[in-house]
């Protein structure tokens, strides 16, 4: 698929995701949605991605959808898409996010608002410039969340502040962002991307099996009790001792040097 939004490129092992319609703040419009969803597919069947990084181009990460042309549809008098429509692909992207094998980072470069907030939500982990700003802007709009937003945001901040910042839509900056731990660390925006290819890097090396069955573990375990908990983990770290890469880790311990991952 030819991408129109978005710029897809993978260098060393890390893939990179820019939404890359600036003069919209990268507003969720036109096939952005699909875009989006055939490179998270992409990078989940490449066996030479071991992250990816989404990051958006200009001054936002991602506005959310496109109000502008909403706004416009209706002043032509253009019937809408059915909504069917948005939410079969919008879930589509969402879950191919939650089921990638590959960790997820988001350089939150900018303005991440209503459904963009969510998309940075989805994601793993989340870097913020100083510059980036967020908010549940769905009630504004007179309209309550999607993209995730009622799951993910309650996991995260608790559900009394998560239903504040949904029923208000009030906006909050990156360093309320990293009180609440929304965002794992606020950089500067020229430290953004530097910073979050560092910790990219630092997943890339290690061992690619092992972090895929930790993410599928860390999810899968946030919906089931202790004791299914402790039967996954011990399922995926069997399945784990095999590989090559757990073999490489014992021989590297014993010899006393930096272990070398190959992902088998």
Avoid at 76 to 92: H, K, L
């Amino acid at each position: 698929m030819s991408y129109k939004y978005l710029l897809y490129n993978v260098r060393d092992c890390i893939a990179t995701l820019t939404l890359n319609r600036p003069e919209r703040l990268n507003a969720l419009g036109d096939t952005m949605r699909e875009e989006i969803y055939d490179a998270v597919s992409k990078c989940a069947a490449d066996p030479n991605v071991r992250v990816l990084v989404i990051t958006g181009a200009g001054r936002g990460f991602c506005s959310g959808g496109d109000v502008k042309s909403m706004s416009e549809r209706h002043q032509s008098g253009e019937a809408p898409p059915p909504s069917a429509q948005f939410a079969q692909i919008r879930d589509r992207v969402i879950l191919a996010m939650r089921d990638c094998p590959k960790p997820i980072i988001a350089a939150v470069n900018g303005a991440a608002v209503g459904a963009g907030m969510n998309l940075a939500l989805a994601c793993d982990m989340r870097i913020a410039s100083s510059a980036a700003k967020f908010s549940q802007i769905f009630v504004k709009r007179g309209l309550p969340p999607d993209w995730g937003g009622t799951y993910f945001l309650p996991r995260i901040v608790g559900i009394a502040k998560a239903c504040e910042l949904i029923f208000t839509g009030d906006t909050i900056d990156a360093a309320e962002a990293l009180k609440l731990g929304i965002v794992s660390a606020v950089v500067t925006p020229e430290e953004l991307l530097p910073e979050s290819y560092k910790l990219a890097r630092k997943i890339a090396d290690g061992p690619p099996v092992a972090i895929q069955g930790a993410k599928r573990a860390i999810y899968h375990n946030q919906d089931v009790d202790l004791r299914a908990a402790l039967e996954f983990e011990t399922f995926v770290q069997t399945v784990n001792r095999e590989t090559e890469d757990a073999k490489e880790g014992v021989r590297a311990f014993m010899e006393k040097r930096a272990p070398v991952f190959r992902g088998r």
